[in-house]
């Protein structure tokens, strides 16, 4: 989804909410029975209060009855967005849940076919914006898994609810104008205007600011269409939308990189150098070769010196005005590098707090899952479902009940 300076994105949530079978298309997950009911509207007075006063502000601002009457019906408050708003994956987990999430190993198998199909399209683009075609499919990739999983959250309920709670209620209030907008426009039915908890939409999760200030119809069919099954207006609204905040034609996003053993220099996209200062402190490219120049770059390592590590661009930081997580920016960069025929990280991760690997955690949740406790998606990231499982075992076999991961556990389930 993108707005300068957003801090929420529907990237995550779709690949949080599918698993995919290895090169095919992803999978629905079982749903969460309480947070389905969140997103189905609920009964509240005080809500429905707030939106008879917005209808009043909306109609001053030049929307109409009908365009209200058509938007608005069935819609109503959800209480789910509202937690989902509390709870940004791509803020809380490390680099490497958050990769294992959003970049899977059948993800990036996926999106490789994706990408092929719609080369000509991504080019085309480019010449116009000049924003590359891998780091467009990827953000396509991260927000909507290549256009299979785009939500099904109601905008308009999402947006008046979110602007009714008012933690950032004249942000999701604009939304909801600019919403309201599309429709009377005729740009989309409101039928079509089903998204993110966040009211992010299409293939590309663009919000309904960021679709009125960029959305383009570049395939010239009279419309502004981001919501059908051909995302070439979507990948040039956000292409649009990267070429104003500034990117750089041709211009890397970032690379990993090495640093020697004892570096001690600066870390941080503020603390941005010159490659040949880089170069001079030793700072290698992972893959071998000498360091691209493509200006000032910042040094980045998310879990530490010694796992993976990043050198970061300008145009990364035009990944950041789409979302302002640099966990998102390197998920994109990630993919981006995959799509275009690059391997996967170089660096390893290494044992997690509890000792365990990545690939001895997915080893966890899979044994759990064939003992009869649903661990979810065997993807490695330890989640509230996970933790559910493990206590479950642990209760049925009279361990102590912890619901945490450790070596012992995988030891004897396996």
């Known amino acids: 989804m993108v707005v300068t300076r957003r801090v929420f ?13 290895a090169g095919g298309a992803p999978q629905v997950a079982r749903p969460d029975p309480a947070l389905e009911a969140g997103l189905r509207p609920q009964p509240n007075a005080s809500y429905d209060a707030w939106v008879a006063a917005f209808r009043n502000r909306a109609k001053a601002r030049g929307i109409t009855e009908a365009t209200l009457r058509a938007a608005f019906r069935g819609q109503g408050y959800l209480p789910g967005v509202i937690e989902r708003d509390r709870n940004q994956t791509e803020f809380k987990r490390s680099l490497e849940d958050y990769l294992a999430i959003v970049a899977p190993e059948d993800k990036v198998t996926f999106g490789k076919r994706a990408y092929a199909q719609q080369q000509s399209a991504l080019r085309k683009v480019e010449a116009a914006y000049g924003v590359q075609p891998e780091v467009l499919a990827a953000i396509w990739g991260l927000e909507s898994y290549f256009g299979t999983k785009k939500g099904k959250i109601p905008v308009i309920s999402a947006t008046s609810t979110l602007a009714w709670e008012g933690r950032r209620g004249r942000f999701f209030e604009s939304n909801l104008m600019d919403a309201l907008r599309i429709v009377q426009s005729g740009d989309a039915q409101p039928s079509q205007l089903v998204g993110s908890w966040a009211g992010a939409m299409g293939h590309t999760q663009l919000i309904p600011n960021a679709y009125q200030a960029n959305a383009v119809d570049f395939d010239k069919n009279g419309k502004r269409d981001i919501w059908s099954n051909n995302p070439i207006d979507a990948f040039a609204t956000t292409a649009r939308f990267l070429s104003r905040a500034g990117w750089r034609r041709g211009g890397l996003w970032g690379l990993e990189v090495r640093v020697p053993d004892g570096y001690s220099g600066p870390v941080g996209r503020s603390a941005k150098r010159s490659v040949a200062d880089w170069r001079a402190a030793g700072v290698r490219p992972a893959a071998g070769g000498s360091l691209p120049d493509h200006g000032a770059a910042g040094l980045l390592a998310p879990m530490g010196l010694g796992k993976p590590t990043f050198l970061v661009f300008r145009n990364f930081d035009m990944i950041l005005r789409y979302n302002p997580s640099e966990n998102y920016g390197l998920g994109v960069g990630y993919m981006a590098s995959r799509l275009a025929g690059g391997g996967p990280l170089r660096a390893d991760f290494g044992p997690d707090r509890y000792g365990l690997t990545l690939e001895d955690r997915k080893a966890l949740q899979k044994a759990l899952t064939r003992k009869g406790f649903d661990a979810g ?34 030891r004897a389930l396996t």
């Open 9 to 21: 994105t529907l990237g995550l949530s779709a690949s949080v909410l599918s698993g995919c079978v």
């Open 377 to 410: 998606t065997p993807d490695g990231v330890i989640g509230k479902k996970t933790e559910a499982a493990i206590a479950g075992y642990q209760r049925a076999t009279g361990l102590p009940v912890t619901g945490k991961p450790s070596a012992a556990l995988l």
